[in-house]
């Protein structure tokens, strides 16, 4: 399945974590503030490429991004989260009734893009074979506050088999613009991680013997920014519904 | 010579180009904007993140840069030029007389980072062998606008021996966000460059047998954009005469 048809059947109301979905296509993370927070979201990204490496800003208004012609950001992903003042109100399937002239999107890289390499060079994606969402955490690290936006870092998480860690980094430093080479590798309490069981979003996942839990920045990161900063309002994919766009995951590799 | 040292020394009024200067450590081109226009220069970056890498953006009125402790952007560059409607109308040694509350200050990547490697490979760069500045041309390619901002796409030529220019590829191509690898290779004529031997900015350095010119995109089109979208104001360094950041080329490697 392609991307386009990936999108249609979310705009038709399938509601589902997509790793996995449309293989070697880009997938996005979204968060959609007023215009007028639209510089420190800018910044707060550059100033924290590795989990918030932006690579499409919309134009004040407007729903269409420029990697996915014919895409319409309020009703292609398959789940969204609405925040006012730094709380969860809504988790609706599409945000038309919550769209305005005053609204700025970014979409944000995603680890899934070099899940497809990985799984190309023999490395089990566990939450991909176990068909659910990736386990995400908060951690202790801050990331740099951008104005009035600050918070934490959010990392993704894989069991990797001891033997190939080092493959999982090369492969995935090969995608620097969408997360890179993993921030951290096994020790989940030196990031303040206790319980790799109880993951802040997305499912837990097992990790076996001779398994190593490897961490990579996550685009999540921006929502528990909003959690912390709280601004008036705010929309966000899902964590793990995420857009899928129409650009090639090589793209992205250097 | 350390980059502290060579900031002190354009303080106290030295104004050369800095190709060759402090070598290892990362140069950098700066564009100073009103806060007004701040989102427009920074999405501008974003979208044309080959010519434009951001690598540090102050805090407004700030002239402090994480890049280098201590420095003060306001005189520690050999060399600048100040902007107003899009005319050059002074290029003064310090700019503290036209510093105010209301500016930003970005500092965008140089591809001067990537020529102490290539040194290091065998790689003769012309510019640094004459103590000359680096040839730079306006092209017709033009970039991705950002709300008022556009303009076209600026990139610096090095001759490279013809069987060293995979290697010069190779090397640049590991700085991805300090321009990265050439934009160009050969033909300059398809960039719409009809004289090597009369660049927009910098010195002409002579292309002998046996060598192609090679052009990688330049830091220098933020003030090609500023010629054509004429904002009120702006301050940026002199072509070639950069900021040199105490951070070492190799943080920007991968």
């Known amino acids: 399945m392609g991307p386009a048809e990936a999108r249609s059947r979310f705009r038709a109301g399938v509601r589902v974590p997509t790793a996995g979905w449309a293989p070697g296509y880009a997938q996005a993370n979204m968060i959609v503030v007023p215009r007028e927070y639209a510089y420190e979201t800018l910044l707060f990204g550059q100033r924290n490429p590795k989990p918030c490496p932006i690579i499409d800003v919309t134009e004040p208004g407007s729903p269409y991004t420029a990697l996915a012609e014919g895409a319409d950001l309020r009703t292609d992903l398959p789940a969204y989260r609405v925040w006012r003042d730094g709380e969860l109100v809504d988790e609706p399937d599409e945000i038309t009734r919550y769209w305005s002239d005053d609204l700025v999107a970014f979409l944000i890289g995603c680890s899934f893009t070099f899940e497809t390499p990985m799984l190309a060079a023999g490395i089990e994606v566990r939450h991909i074979s176990r068909g659910s969402n990736v386990s995400m955490y908060r951690t202790n690290r801050q990331c740099r506050p951008a104005g009035r936006l600050s918070g934490p870092l959010v990392v993704s998480m894989r069991p990797i088999a001891a033997d190939r860690v080092a493959d999982a980094v090369r492969i995935s430093g090969q995608f620097p613009s ?42 999540v990161t921006p929502q528990a920014a909003i959690m912390t900063s709280r601004p008036p309002f705010a929309i966000t994919h899902a964590p793990g519904y995420m857009f899928i766009s129409d650009v090639p995951d090589h793209t992205y590799a250097v």
Do not use: K
């Open 178 to 219: 969408v997360h890179g080479a993993p921030v951290h590798i096994g020790e989940p309490e030196a990031l303040g991680i206790t319980d790799l069981s109880a993951p802040d979003f997305g499912d837990p996942v097992e990790i076996r013997d001779g398994e190593v839990p490897v961490f990579w920045a996550c685009g």
